[in-house]
């Protein structure tokens, strides 16, 4: 995998959340391969979802040419705008970042957006702990009567990391009790047969 042209914005915006601003081969921690690759497995793919207009007034007229996502900032370059799911529209100005979108002219709602959904509190909570667990593996040494500590750096990597997991964009997930459905009834499609309906014949014969 190469690293998207797409993906500039976002990962320089990663790289000071981590403090990784060093130049390559010099002092650089993390490659642009590996912190898109932590972002893309955090990423949700985001298809024509409705943005939220914020209309403006002039005198007795109502302007539409600013949108918001619900979800936020962290698109990635690229993503399609579309009125009425059909018609594409091209913004004079792109915030990607924070989420925001402005027309030169009156674009009437709604407006979809189609793109690439990254959380970039995620990724840097997520490259702090791996950079923790290096220094986790190394140790302390008293050299000269100075006595260093490495271990203050792990800790101080994963506060910093518990500091952006706060901020990370929350998720929801589905979760079933199978002690209140039949035991035949767990991982199977909820259309498909269960035992009940193989126990009648079909017939109405007395």
Same mark, same amino acid.
Request: glycine share 8%.
């Given at each position: 995998?190469? +690293?998207?042209?797409?993906? &500039?914005?976002? !990962?320089?915006?990663?790289?000071?959340?981590?403090?990784? *601003?060093? =130049?390559?081969?010099?002092?650089?921690?993390?490659?642009?391969?590996?912190?898109?690759?932590?972002?893309?497995?955090?990423?949700?793919?985001?298809?024509?979802?409705?943005?939220?207009?914020?209309?403006?007034?002039?005198?007795?007229?109502?302007?539409?040419?600013?949108?918001?996502?619900?979800?936020?900032?962290?698109?990635?370059?690229?993503?399609?705008?579309?009125?009425?799911?059909?018609?594409? +529209?091209?913004?004079?100005? &792109?915030?990607? !970042?924070?989420?925001?979108?402005?027309?030169?002219?009156? *674009?009437? =709602?709604?407006?979809?957006?189609?793109?690439?959904?990254?959380?970039?509190?995620?990724?840097?909570?997520?490259?702090?702990?791996?950079?923790?667990?290096?220094?986790?593996?190394?140790?302390?040494?008293?050299?000269?009567?100075?006595?260093?500590?490495?271990?203050?750096?792990?800790?101080?990597?994963?506060?910093?990391?518990?500091?952006?997991?706060?901020?990370?964009?929350?998720?929801?997930?589905? +979760?079933?009790?199978?002690?209140?459905?039949?035991?035949?009834?767990?991982?199977?499609?909820?259309?498909?047969?269960?035992?009940?309906?193989?126990?009648?014949?079909?017939?109405?014969?007395?």
């Amino acid at each position: 995998m190469t +690293v998207r042209s797409t993906m &500039s914005d976002l !990962i320089s915006s990663v790289r000071v959340l981590i403090n990784d *601003v060093l =130049p390559v081969g010099n002092g650089q921690i993390f490659t642009d391969q590996i912190i898109q690759d932590v972002m893309d497995e955090g990423r949700e793919d985001i298809t024509n979802k409705a943005l939220t207009p914020r209309p403006t007034f002039s005198g007795s007229t109502i302007q539409y040419l600013d949108y918001y996502s619900d979800f936020g900032g962290g698109f990635e370059n690229g993503m399609v705008l579309k009125q009425y799911l059909t018609v594409l +529209v091209t913004p004079s100005l &792109s915030e990607p !970042i924070a989420g925001h979108f402005q027309f030169a002219a009156n *674009v009437f =709602p709604p407006v979809f957006i189609t793109g690439l959904l990254h959380d970039r509190y995620r990724a840097a909570a997520d490259l702090l702990e791996r950079l923790a667990a290096q220094y986790a593996i190394r140790y302390s040494m008293t050299v000269d009567g100075q006595n260093l500590q490495i271990g203050q750096v792990t800790n101080n990597l994963q506060t910093l990391a518990k500091t952006y997991r706060r901020k990370q964009r929350p998720r929801a997930i589905s +979760v079933e009790r199978s002690d209140l459905r039949g035991a035949d009834a767990t991982n199977i499609d909820p259309l498909a047969p269960t035992n009940i309906d193989y126990m009648s014949s079909g017939s109405k014969q007395g």
